[in-house]
């Protein structure tokens, strides 16, 4: 069963407790309908648009009923598999892509600080391409930068090995 999020919109300043979106739903590459969540708490909503849309639903409801038990990448527990929760993995899919996306924009001009695969980090921006920085001074703030870490952060950058940057 694939389920697909298309015309993804996310509202970061609406997510208060939960993350605030709209998409298009997809069951099997056909367009059923739609899903939402407000981003006050509540569960991830869908809508059919057509009978056979609420077909589709039901069948993928069914499908996420007989799936085993799922462990909690984040927390200690399991869940059924559901619709609903697989509308709020594969936007939270996006979202990390998306994040990936900008983060590699910025490790361009900048030095990126965090702890691996957590949803913040800090940055040191150059203002100018690493490339153009000259090696020794892009390395002696690479130094600094490592002496300033707090424990279980590291340079996120994957740019600065292929810059002859030791990291």
Not at 46 to 68: H, M, N, S, V, W
Not at 105 to 125: H, Q, W
Request: aromatic fraction near 10%.
């Amino acid at each position: 069963m694939k389920v697909e999020l298309k015309k993804i919109q996310f509202s970061e300043a609406l997510s208060e407790e939960t993350n605030a979106f709209t998409a298009d739903l997809y069951i099997n590459g056909k367009k059923v309908g739609y899903c939402r969540n407000d981003g006050r708490g509540g569960p991830n909503d869908y809508y059919a648009d057509t009978t056979e849309g609420r077909e589709l639903i039901r069948k993928a409801e069914a499908y996420f009923q007989g799936l085993p038990k799922k462990k909690s990448e984040r927390f200690n527990f399991t869940y059924q598999p559901t619709l609903e929760s697989e509308i709020g993995d594969l936007l939270d899919q996006w979202l990390l892509a998306k994040e990936q996306k900008k983060m590699e924009r910025k490790m361009k001009t900048c030095i990126l600080v965090g702890v691996p695969n957590a949803p913040m980090y800090s940055y040191y921006n150059f203002k100018r391409p690493l490339s153009d920085v000259p090696k020794v001074h892009l390395q002696m703030n690479v130094e600094r930068i490592k002496e300033k870490l707090k424990e279980g952060e590291v340079i996120l950058n994957t740019n600065l090995e292929p810059l002859g940057i030791t990291i």
